[in-house]
């Protein structure tokens, strides 16, 4: 059975979390991917948080289905291999300071006269022009310049930060959707282009419902914590035995409110009509919350998340990390999976694939070491002889 994006040849150029994650899925949907390293080191996150087994999972779950290959590109010897490695290849995606590859003579300009149908792809912080394209970022950078941290938390709280990390991972996705707009757009002109997404503006794109909020209630509106609109419920409410961690979300809109009644079976909620309403419900709320939550709080957030869930009640037990990893689930649709990587004491869990084709199901295949495949991708690609890969070792090329 063929993948989706077979025949597709990526060299991957970045480090860290947002580059990683767009390779990562384009290798899932059957990309071939070409993590470039340098030799000796390779990719900073490999050592990112390491421990006393082997490579950090942080590189770990950011490069799964890729295959590795060093190259010294400070080296004429280096550039030359590039130089042959780009002109067989489809994409490049990386994600280093501006201006970096220019200065070895790697920049775009260069590579699509070696290769005019080359996406060139590019992840910065602020972008490659306007005011801000000088400065560095990281995930709560983006977060905070993107708006997404003043519109989370608490009213009498701070800006807060998002932990899933909507900046890295969030523009990783952003930019695989820009290069397979970019491929698509190559099929019918023949031409590559080049194709950037900054971080603050992948932030920004999925800030719009609070931007949409901004104009549609008239300026900046103050953080709401958990509460979701003027539904009610629509908040979390804590469940049993009372952990950090024991709490549904209910979600009810109006047309959900019969369903919730019949099961929560409290006769107050039938016939009280300071709850016979949508807005009634929203003015009636401090009166409303304590009746759901006596009830919430006599079960487990995963029996409350059932009871409602089979009434046709959006409701979600909070999950923390150790149950998303055992989510039956999540287990289910091959979300988590059990990885095996050389060096390390045992398997390790990572997410799956979350774009699901029926023709082309993804399969997770174990991150590759430093340089593992370098002797047999410059054997195919830029036809090197084992004496002349043993010289280019000896030189420090590869």
């Not at 908040?235 to 959900?256: E, H, K, L, W």
Request: charged residues 20%.
């Amino acid at each position: 059975m063929t993948s989706a994006l077979d025949g597709i040849r990526i060299i991957d150029m970045t480090h860290n979390q947002a580059g990683p994650a767009c390779t990562q899925v384009l290798a899932w949907l059957g990309a071939e991917v070409i993590k470039l390293e340098a030799p000796e080191k390779g990719d900073v996150a490999r050592a990112n948080m390491a421990d006393d087994r082997g490579e950090s999972l942080f590189f770990l779950v950011l490069n799964a289905n890729k295959r590795s290959l060093t190259l010294n590109l400070k080296t004429d010897g280096g550039k030359a291999l590039f130089k042959k490695l780009t002109a067989r290849s489809d994409v490049l995606v990386e994600n280093f300071s501006p201006g970096a590859l220019d200065r070895l003579g790697l920049g775009y300009g260069v590579l699509k006269e070696i290769n005019p149908r080359l996406v060139y792809a590019t992840v910065k912080g602020f972008g490659t022009y306007g005011p801000y394209s000088g400065f560095k970022s990281f995930e709560p950078i983006a977060q905070a310049m993107g708006g997404a941290m003043c519109v989370t938390g608490w009213p009498d709280g701070p800006p807060t930060l998002l932990w899933p990390a909507i900046g890295d991972s969030g523009t990783g996705m952003h930019l695989a959707i820009g290069i397979l707009a970019a491929l698509q757009q190559r099929h019918r002109t023949g031409r590559g282009q080049h194709v950037e997404v900054s971080m603050q503006d992948a932030v920004a794109n999925l800030l719009r419902i609070s931007l949409r909020d901004h104009q549609r209630l008239g300026g900046v509106q103050p953080r709401t914590g958990n509460q979701l609109g003027r539904t009610v419920p629509g908040s979390t409410y804590p469940c049993a035995p009372g952990g950090p961690n024991d709490y549904v979300f209910i979600f009810a809109q109006a047309r959900m409110w019969p369903a919730l009644v019949e099961v929560l079976d409290v006769e107050e909620l039938r016939s009280d009509p300071r709850f016979a309403t949508l807005e009634a419900r929203w003015e009636n709320r401090g009166a409303l919350n304590p009746i759901i939550e006596g009830w919430t709080r006599q079960r487990t957030k995963h029996e409350v998340m059932r009871l409602l869930g089979a009434a046709g009640v959006p409701c979600g037990a909070c999950q923390d990390t150790a149950e998303v990893l055992a989510d039956p689930h999540l287990a289910a649709r091959d979300m988590i999976v059990e990885v095996d990587y050389p060096g390390r004491d045992g398997t390790y869990r990572t997410v799956g694939c979350p774009v699901k084709l029926s023709d082309s199901p993804a399969e997770v295949v174990r991150p590759p070491t430093l340089g593992e495949h370098t002797g047999d991708l410059l054997a195919e690609l830029c036809g090197v002889a084992p004496e002349e890969l043993a010289r280019l070792q000896a030189d420090g090329v590869v």
